[in-house]
């Protein structure tokens, strides 16, 4: 009210224009015979039932020939009619909308029409998968009442969008608008200007999560996959720094209720990245109901190994409870990514001593078969490398999971030996493991091998 006020006395006085207010409740104008001395030399048309206001719009244009309309609110579809004519007749409007945020205004059906308007557009096969999204997409009808826009945040504080028109048609391709922040201090004195455009640094492109298949999703309310991250030394560094950061594909959801999602968690909206192109997407935020209708979106996100987030709903506490979940997925799979590569390494290694063990203390000296524990075929396949190494033969036995390696005491031939020699000279890992200088009496080549003591 105050900011309508101070906006029609500036316009009014300092710029020398023809200002109207109309003034639904007289809380700008001011109510009696006197005018409120806030609005300077600006005009006052009061409305005397609420319900007629757009007919008291047109009234101010055609009898009083304002250059511009301050309006109090626009509420209703009649009204923000109204207002679309206004301003095709050249018309300056100010005027105040009730919503959260633009998107909000966006989905209004009554007030749509601030913005142009929304329609649904078919796109062909190829556009809609050069896009990644379904083939019904939201454009824009037409122009917009309204040249520019300003959220208010608070008293201090203003988001103001220089061209509603770029911000809609981002927001409707799933995209962040670019906005300013207006702040200023508590002195009044000084005005801080900040450009916002949410261009974070992406990822490496070799990061990527892969998940087991999704189970169906069609009976549930909220759910998450459970997935395995796979993850590059690239990103565990970054997550030792904790810089997590969360490439995420928004399907079916407003990019805006996800990010006030987050700031109610009290979480920073840099760790979330939003993208478009769902291939280099970390994780995908879904409303189940549009799932259900474009089962291609899961098809392609499980093609790409993407976990999958649905809600059943679009309020916030359901977008609250998809942000925390997938969020604290993607932290514990960068967490856990250490642990899991130490203990991937440790079973090599154990296994490997097994083998070394069998060999020095079993099948050498005693000349008899040893059976080794089931492992897994990378494992087995380390095992076969290292008793080749030691000129013997192995061979796998069992089945399935119980696969497991059968040393004998055979040496291979001196074809097998040479071939075999030049394989592991360029595995380097294999000679460091048997190079090693322990007390445990490992030899330090392949030429001599010396017994460990029974």
């Known amino acids: 009210m105050l900011l309508l006020r101070e906006i029609a006395r500036m316009l009014a006085?300092?710029?020398e224009k023809r200002v109207m207010i109309v003034d639904t409740s007289n809380e700008i104008g001011g109510d009696g015979d006197i005018p409120h001395s806030g609005i300077g030399n600006a005009r006052r048309m009061q409305v005397p039932v609420s319900d007629l206001q757009h007919k008291v719009l047109i009234e101010a244009v055609e009898n009083h020939m304002p250059q511009v309309i301050v309006i109090?609110?626009?509420g209703t579809k009649l009204e923000a009619m109204a207002a679309s004519t206004i301003a095709q007749r050249g018309i300056q409007l100010v005027a105040t909308a009730h919503g959260v945020t633009i998107e909000n205004l966006i989905m209004n059906p009554s007030l749509e029409m601030l913005v142009g308007g929304i329609q649904s557009v078919t796109l062909g096969d190829e556009e809609a998968s050069r896009r990644g999204v379904q083939k019904t997409v939201q454009e824009r009808k037409g122009p917009a009442t309204f040249s520019c826009g300003v959220e208010i945040i608070s008293k201090d504080e203003l988001r103001v969008h220089r061209s509603l028109e770029t911000t809609v048609d981002t927001i409707l391709s799933g995209r962040f608008p670019n906005f300013e922040v207006r702040k200023i201090h508590s002195r009044g004195s000084e005005v801080t200007t900040e450009r916002e455009n949410f261009l974070y640094s992406s990822l490496d492109e070799e990061?990527?999560?892969?998940?087991?298949?999704?189970?169906?999703?069609?009976?549930?309310?909220?759910?998450?996959?459970?997935?395995?991250?796979?993850v590059s030394p690239n990103m565990q560094e970054d997550s030792r720094g904790e810089r997590i950061q969360l490439r995420l594909f928004v399907y079916g959801i407003l990019e805006a209720s996800v990010i006030q999602g987050i700031k109610q968690l009290k979480m920073d909206e840099a760790a979330v990245q939003f993208i478009d192109d769902i291939s280099k997407a970390d994780?995908?935020?879904?409303?189940?109901?549009?799932?259900?209708?474009?089962?291609?979106?899961?098809?392609?996100?499980?093609?790409?190994?993407?976990?999958?987030?649905?809600?059943?709903?679009?309020?916030?506490?359901?977008?609250?409870?998809?942000?925390?979940?997938?969020?604290?997925d993607h932290r514990d799979g960068l967490?856990?990514?250490?642990?899991?590569?130490?203990m991937k390494s440790s079973e090599k290694i154990d296994a490997l001593e097994e083998a070394r063990i069998a060999v020095e203390q079993v099948v050498i000296p005693k000349g008899e078969p040893?059976?080794?524990?089931?492992?897994?075929?990378h494992i087995i396949s380390a095992q076969i490398d290292l008793i080749r190494k030691y000129q013997l033969e192995a061979e796998r036995t069992g089945k399935e999971s119980d696969v497991r390696?059968?040393?004998?005491?055979?040496?291979?031939?001196?074809?097998?030996e040479n071939h075999t020699s030049k394989i592991i000279d360029a595995d380097s890992g294999f000679d460091d493991f048997l190079?090693?200088?322990g007390t445990n009496g490992s030899p330090s080549n392949v030429d001599r091998l010396p017994l460990l003591p029974e």
């Open 13 to 15: 006085n300092d710029y």
């Open 72 to 74: 109090d609110e626009i």
């Open 207 to 230: 990061d990527e999560y892969v998940i087991e298949d999704a189970p169906d999703m069609a009976d549930k309310g909220f759910g998450h996959i459970d997935f395995t991250p796979v």
């Open 283 to 328: 994780a995908l935020l879904a409303l189940q109901s549009k799932l259900k209708k474009n089962p291609r979106i899961q098809a392609v996100a499980k093609s790409y190994g993407i976990p999958i987030y649905a809600t059943k709903s679009s309020s916030l506490v359901e977008i609250r409870k998809a942000v925390r979940a997938l969020m604290s």
């Open 335 to 342: 967490k856990d990514y250490g642990s899991i590569d130490n």
């Open 370 to 377: 040893v059976e080794l524990l089931p492992r897994a075929s």
């Open 405 to 416: 390696l059968r040393i004998l005491p055979f040496h291979t031939t001196t074809t097998e």
């Open 435 to 437: 190079s090693t200088n």
